[in-house]
């Protein structure tokens, strides 16, 4: 994938890495939205976290 340039990459300003970067655990998902919980162990709505 070709990255965005710097001053308009969002996703790597606020996360540090690029949506691709991301790693998932193929086992864990989320008992209420049911999306998959990544490596600091949060989903799409938060519950995974609580």
Not at 14 to 30: I, N, S
Request: charged share 30%; glycine share 8%.
């Amino acid at each position: 994938m070709e990255a965005l340039p710097a001053e308009i990459d969002d996703h790597r300003k606020l996360f540090g890495k690029e949506p691709w970067e991301v790693v998932y655990d193929p086992r864990d998902y989320c008992i209420i939205c049911n999306t998959r919980v990544d490596e600091y162990g949060y989903c799409a709505c938060g519950g995974a976290a609580d």
